[in-house]
């Protein structure tokens, strides 16, 4: 499977789950939308930090 988790940037090297088996990501004016393969659905102000495509995992930030 291609599924990413989408985690929150904190302090450090530490990250906080935001969901789990990401299918899609758009971002829209500011905003990040994220959805998971069951259709769940989580709107952020956020930006993209970086996208680890070895690890599967989605690193946001809060939007400037």
Not at 6 to 17: F, M, N, P, T, V
Not at 28 to 50: F, M, Q, S, V
């Amino acid at each position: 499977m291609c599924e990413s988790s989408a985690y929150w940037q904190k302090e450090g090297d530490l990250e906080e789950l935001i969901l789990e088996d990401v299918v899609m990501l758009r971002p829209d004016g500011g905003r990040i939308i994220l959805t998971n393969i069951l259709g769940d659905r989580k709107e952020l102000e956020a930006e993209i930090d970086h996208i680890d495509l070895l690890h599967h995992k989605i690193i946001l930030r809060p939007a400037k």
